[in-house]
């Protein structure tokens, strides 16, 4: 930092004031994370420098004895850890990641169904703003409107009907138990390949606090930042008879050379992902989330599903008389960091929902556990109660940078 802050002073204090913001603030928006100092030394690192189009031993560039070790480090490391016979670690990102899927199994064009956005599910799971919705056939399964869950079997009806090539598991912001066994039938009937999209849930299925989709789906596709608490990245794992179609559909297909310093960093953080002291976090993450969903309906929340399975839980604001937006700016005057959120069939837009998401993931990582939460939901339940009365939020706000100031914040130095 000391020479960034001589060569570009703008970016270094920006850099810093966040670090200041990511260590004194609730964060709790479930996709995001700490990265340990590990993670941050590779991605800052000189691998940053180099051009590696291809793969380890395969490669359009002179120069690569280093590199091919990282990058085989890394798929080693995926492989294992996900029990896959085959890891691509190049996506730039989960979107990448699942683009690669749908070029690599489908081509230009296709069948595909998956979870409705506004349900839970992803963008690129077929959303009509996002590239799988506008260039391949989409139908979009959803959920049951009295319980929340996923209607399975109006999913195999859709497939039925409709036969989809590829189906699409997974979601952003459903709080339960995602049946891949299920959807492996469905996809069994329909002749379709089956891919779950794991990036929310990643660490829970390594730990087992989730059903693992091998052996059920085909491909998994994952980002690498989320409870992973890599570098921000993505990565497909699959059988060995779909790996050279979607090998060929990452590089050369969507990208060109793969970020060394991101493969690098996946490695290092894959490698931490390997050890009890990983499971135990998860183990706790969700736990955690547990406990968060109890505080919360102790103090009259209204949670879809009324609870959780995973990390995060889902408030209906509206049972409070309250919008997502307006609680997640109230949120965050008090230091509570969440997002709002489209609720299952939610009458309100996008850019103003009806619920709001809250995850367990980065506080889990600072090292609190239930006692914390139960106190967080305390918090929320004020700033609830306090819209628009500044003095409090920024009483609440104390509150929360007091809480924080006991738990490290990994790679954070100030
Ligand atoms: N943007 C991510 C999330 O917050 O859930 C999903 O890609």
Redo the contacts with the bound molecule.
Sequence with gaps: MDQLRTTDPEIAELIAKEARRQKSVLRM???ENYASDAVLAATGSILANKYSEGYPSRRYYQGQENIDGVESLAQARARALFKAEHANVQPYS??PANMAVYLGLLGKTGRVMGMDLAAGG?LTHGAKASFSGTYYEVVHYGLFRDSGLIDYQGARRLAREFKPQLIFTGA??YPRVIDFAAFAEIAREAGAHLVADI??ISGLCISGDHPHPFPHVDVITT?THKLLRGPRGGMILCREELAARLDKAVFPGLQGGPHNHATAAIAVALKEASGPEYAQYCHQVASNARALAQGLLERGFSLITGGTDNHLVLIDCGAKGLTGKALAVALEQAGIVG?ANKIPFDPRPANDPSGLRLGTPALTTRGMKEPEMDLIAGLVAQVAASLGNAQALAHIKELAAELCSGFPAPGIHL
């Design positions: 928006i479930p996709s989960g979107s992803h952003s912001s990036s929310h980002t997002n």
